[in-house]
């Protein structure tokens, strides 16, 4: 079998070096098209929902989110978890929010002076801010698209998510939105029974629906238009952990002070949902579906062309065998011939993939509507995808050699 | 005994319903070291008889024995590796791989047979040297005369020391000069002891050999030496 194989390798190998090398390079450019086919749709279909995820996490949750029961209007003794998280070694920094429903109204002047017109009002989550801790744990501070973020100064100001603007979430999508609305314009915000004009001093826009459907102020402002109903009512914490720390220890110390009867503790994956889970399963199916149909296109290209080759040398495919060099021997050399097309494709691919789309897509996100979607691949991925195409084209190189090394000696010599 | 033993080999081709018969039923017995020309004119047979000879095709009937291995009983398998092992062949295209160097040409029957590649190299090339081909080693064929591709071809078939040498028409692309040196080899070779089966349409070639075998119509026709045939006195060719 050694035998075999070197002088199949021997036969392979002076083809590859002395034949047309524009055949050569066609084959190799169509099995590295094939290659990132395989790897990008899928990679920016999962991208797209690992883009939200990591937006959700980054701009909203954190790495841990606590949040009150569904069933409370607030987080009960929420000293206690201030008190937990204050003494967890593990927890780099954290942000207490306050989280009310409300309303906000754009243009109520107006309304006033016409109230037989629709009202420019929606219903938001109210939520107040410490805005030094909330800074030191998600990019919502930094996510503005308009005006500034707010300062621990602004109490006459609110924030508003993009995600409540028309320009930035057209109607047409289905929620209802404020129309003409932009920084430095009054708006009306109501909590309860309290109403409140506030001026808007920035526009966020983070592609985490959850940050951007709200409107944020200053804790101690929200604090105020609760009537003081509490002296330290709080509704959710967003935490991150320190570097190089388990997520997992982190919670389970968090549990053992016994936060798990007073809130939700999730991490980020659990608190934005399963749905996102089976929408990303989804999406790697479909990726794979249309993966699918390019790898059977490359094995139908790689087919033809062993065909053609094997074909047009059948005389000497004939000669070969004439002179003693067994079946299997020529066979291997149209698989190692496969074998070499799909590899160097592979390789081009993988260096195209790490070398410029990966870098390009880290710095140049996909502008979907609800994430900034990323090129979502893993090694593991690339592996499983270069060694389900090199062995596809095996298959397709083994093929037609089979089909022209079994034909009678002869009638290969004479072309018969 | 003798080396190759032929008994009622018959060859029909079926062409659509007709049945061609290609050979009716041929007795040969060649012994080793001689040196045998088959002749006939076009259509007679002659190509087909050698490629039974030289297994490499079935014949419809009959048996051939080569030293002392009846061939009807191996596989395709073990009739690859008893030509690679046994047999040599020269063609009339000369037939060289046209990626491969004249060198890697003669080096592949050596390579497959378990040769190193620095022993089937050494090897290649002191054939090719004898065969006065030293500086055209690293050309491939596309760059090598008519000539030269058949020497290369020679030097192919016996790089390995082969049981027995088939040669199908070797003179027939050839000028006379070129077809008188490549039968001077044929002749060194056959004096050092190789047993030689050479098909020819060249009544003046087949009168090198040390026999004749005359085949008409799928039969033999007759057989004798060159000079039991009066080959040597005629210069007409058949053809």
Redesign the interface.
């Given at each position: 079998m050694l035998?075999t194989l070197?002088?199949a390798l021997?036969?392979a190998r002076?083809?590859i070096?002395?034949?047309n090398p524009w055949q050569t390079i066609l084959v190799v450019f169509v099995m590295m098209l094939t290659f990132l086919n395989l790897v990008v749709v899928n990679g920016i279909l999962v991208g797209l929902i690992d883009g939200a995820v990591f937006g959700y996490k980054k701009n909203y949750a954190g790495d841990l989110l606590i949040q009150k029961m569904p069933e409370k209007d607030q987080i009960d003794h929420a000293s206690a978890i201030l008190a937990a998280l204050e003494s967890e070694p593990g927890i780099l920094a954290y942000s207490p929010r306050i989280v009310e429903a409300g309303t906000i109204e754009a243009h109520f002047r107006e309304s006033v002076a016409f109230p037989d017109e629709v009202r420019d009002r929606v219903g938001v989550a109210v939520v107040g801010l410490d805005i030094g801790k909330e800074a030191s744990v998600t990019s919502l501070t930094t996510s503005v698209v308009e005006g500034e973020f707010l300062t621990e100064t602004d109490d006459d100001y609110v924030v508003i998510g993009g995600n409540l603007i028309d320009r930035y979430f057209p109607a047409a999508i289905g929620l209802q939105t404020l129309s003409n609305v932009f920084p430095g314009d009054r708006v009306r915000i109501e909590v309860g029974s309290v109403a409140r004009e506030f001026k808007i001093k920035g526009i966020v826009r983070t592609k985490a629906d959850n940050a951007d459907l709200r409107v944020y102020m200053l804790a101690s402002q929200l604090k105020k238009m609760r009537n003081g109903l509490d002296s330290s009512p709080l509704d959710e914490f967003a935490i991150k952990i320190a570097p190089n720390t388990s997520l997992e220890t982190v919670r389970a110390r968090i549990l053992s002070y016994g936060i798990g009867a007073l809130a939700l503790v999730q991490t980020s994956e659990e608190a934005i949902g399963e749905f996102i889970d089976e929408i990303k399963d989804t999406f790697a199916i479909l990726g794979n579906i249309i993966g699918s149909i390019s790898v059977i296109v490359a094995s139908i290209t790689i087919f033809i062309i062993i065909f053609i080759t094997a074909i047009t040398r059948q005389?000497?495919i004939g000669?070969?065998?004439?002179?003693?060099?067994?079946?299997l021997?020529i066979e291997f050399s149209y698989v190692f011939l496969s074998l070499f097309y799909s590899l160097l494709g592979i390789t081009g691919g993988v260096l195209i993939l790490y070398g410029v789309l990966v870098p390009y897509f880290e710095a140049h996100p996909i502008d979907f509507p609800f994430s900034w979607g990323v090129l979502s691949v893993t090694e593991l991925g690339v592996v499983v995808r270069s060694s389900i195409l090199a062995i596809t084209t095996i298959i397709a190189g083994y093929i037609p050699a089979r089909l022209i090394v079994k034909r009678?000696?002869?009638d290969s010599?004479l072309g018969r | 005994m003798a080396l190759i033993k032929a008994t009622g080999v018959k060859r029909i081709f079926k062409v659509g319903s007709i049945e061609v018969h290609a050979l009716r039923g041929v007795d040969i017995e060649i012994e080793q070291g001689e040196f045998v020309a088959i002749i006939g004119k076009s259509g007679a047979g002659k190509s087909t008889l050698m490629?039974q000879l030289s297994i490499?095709?079935h014949p419809t009937e009959g048996t051939i024995e080569i030293d002392g291995h009846i061939t009807e009983r191996m596989s395709?398998?073990e009739r690859?590796?008893f030509?690679?092992?046994k047999?040599?062949?020269v063609?009339q295209d000369y037939?060289l791989?046209?990626?491969?160097t004249a060198e890697?040409n003669v080096m592949?029957?050596l390579?497959?047979?378990?040769d190193g590649a620095i022993s089937a190299r050494l090897k290649a090339r002191a054939v090719l040297d004898r065969l006065g081909l030293e500086d055209r080693v690293d050309r491939?064929p596309g760059r090598l005369s008519g000539g030269e591709q058949q020497r290369v071809s020679i030097a192919?078939?016996i790089a390995h020391d082969p049981v027995i040498l088939f040669a199908d028409e070797p003179t027939a692309n050839l000028d006379t000069e070129t077809s008188a040196q490549l039968l001077q080899y044929m002749q060194d070779l056959h004096r050092a002891g190789q047993t030689i089966v050479m098909v020819t349409h060249e009544l003046e070639y087949a009168a090198k050999a040390q026999r004749v075998i005359v085949v008409e119509d799928g039969r033999i026709k007759k057989a004798g030496t060159p000079k039991e045939l009066e080959l040597h006195q005629r210069r007409v060719h058949q053809s």
């Amino acid at each position: 079998m050694l035998v075999t194989l070197r002088v199949a390798l021997f036969l392979a190998r002076r083809y590859i070096v002395r034949t047309n090398p524009w055949q050569t390079i066609l084959v190799v450019f169509v099995m590295m098209l094939t290659f990132l086919n395989l790897v990008v749709v899928n990679g920016i279909l999962v991208g797209l929902i690992d883009g939200a995820v990591f937006g959700y996490k980054k701009n909203y949750a954190g790495d841990l989110l606590i949040q009150k029961m569904p069933e409370k209007d607030q987080i009960d003794h929420a000293s206690a978890i201030l008190a937990a998280l204050e003494s967890e070694p593990g927890i780099l920094a954290y942000s207490p929010r306050i989280v009310e429903a409300g309303t906000i109204e754009a243009h109520f002047r107006e309304s006033v002076a016409f109230p037989d017109e629709v009202r420019d009002r929606v219903g938001v989550a109210v939520v107040g801010l410490d805005i030094g801790k909330e800074a030191s744990v998600t990019s919502l501070t930094t996510s503005v698209v308009e005006g500034e973020f707010l300062t621990e100064t602004d109490d006459d100001y609110v924030v508003i998510g993009g995600n409540l603007i028309d320009r930035y979430f057209p109607a047409a999508i289905g929620l209802q939105t404020l129309s003409n609305v932009f920084p430095g314009d009054r708006v009306r915000i109501e909590v309860g029974s309290v109403a409140r004009e506030f001026k808007i001093k920035g526009i966020v826009r983070t592609k985490a629906d959850n940050a951007d459907l709200r409107v944020y102020m200053l804790a101690s402002q929200l604090k105020k238009m609760r009537n003081g109903l509490d002296s330290s009512p709080l509704d959710e914490f967003a935490i991150k952990i320190a570097p190089n720390t388990s997520l997992e220890t982190v919670r389970a110390r968090i549990l053992s002070y016994g936060i798990g009867a007073l809130a939700l503790v999730q991490t980020s994956e659990e608190a934005i949902g399963e749905f996102i889970d089976e929408i990303k399963d989804t999406f790697a199916i479909l990726g794979n579906i249309i993966g699918s149909i390019s790898v059977i296109v490359a094995s139908i290209t790689i087919f033809i062309i062993i065909f053609i080759t094997a074909i047009t040398r059948q005389k000497y495919i004939g000669i070969l065998k004439g002179i003693g060099i067994s079946g299997l021997t020529i066979e291997f050399s149209y698989v190692f011939l496969s074998l070499f097309y799909s590899l160097l494709g592979i390789t081009g691919g993988v260096l195209i993939l790490y070398g410029v789309l990966v870098p390009y897509f880290e710095a140049h996100p996909i502008d979907f509507p609800f994430s900034w979607g990323v090129l979502s691949v893993t090694e593991l991925g690339v592996v499983v995808r270069s060694s389900i195409l090199a062995i596809t084209t095996i298959i397709a190189g083994y093929i037609p050699a089979r089909l022209i090394v079994k034909r009678n000696t002869l009638d290969s010599i004479l072309g018969r | 005994m003798a080396l190759i033993k032929a008994t009622g080999v018959k060859r029909i081709f079926k062409v659509g319903s007709i049945e061609v018969h290609a050979l009716r039923g041929v007795d040969i017995e060649i012994e080793q070291g001689e040196f045998v020309a088959i002749i006939g004119k076009s259509g007679a047979g002659k190509s087909t008889l050698m490629y039974q000879l030289s297994i490499l095709d079935h014949p419809t009937e009959g048996t051939i024995e080569i030293d002392g291995h009846i061939t009807e009983r191996m596989s395709s398998a073990e009739r690859t590796s008893f030509r690679l092992n046994k047999l040599g062949y020269v063609f009339q295209d000369y037939a060289l791989v046209p990626e491969l160097t004249a060198e890697e040409n003669v080096m592949l029957p050596l390579l497959m047979r378990g040769d190193g590649a620095i022993s089937a190299r050494l090897k290649a090339r002191a054939v090719l040297d004898r065969l006065g081909l030293e500086d055209r080693v690293d050309r491939r064929p596309g760059r090598l005369s008519g000539g030269e591709q058949q020497r290369v071809s020679i030097a192919r078939a016996i790089a390995h020391d082969p049981v027995i040498l088939f040669a199908d028409e070797p003179t027939a692309n050839l000028d006379t000069e070129t077809s008188a040196q490549l039968l001077q080899y044929m002749q060194d070779l056959h004096r050092a002891g190789q047993t030689i089966v050479m098909v020819t349409h060249e009544l003046e070639y087949a009168a090198k050999a040390q026999r004749v075998i005359v085949v008409e119509d799928g039969r033999i026709k007759k057989a004798g030496t060159p000079k039991e045939l009066e080959l040597h006195q005629r210069r007409v060719h058949q053809s």
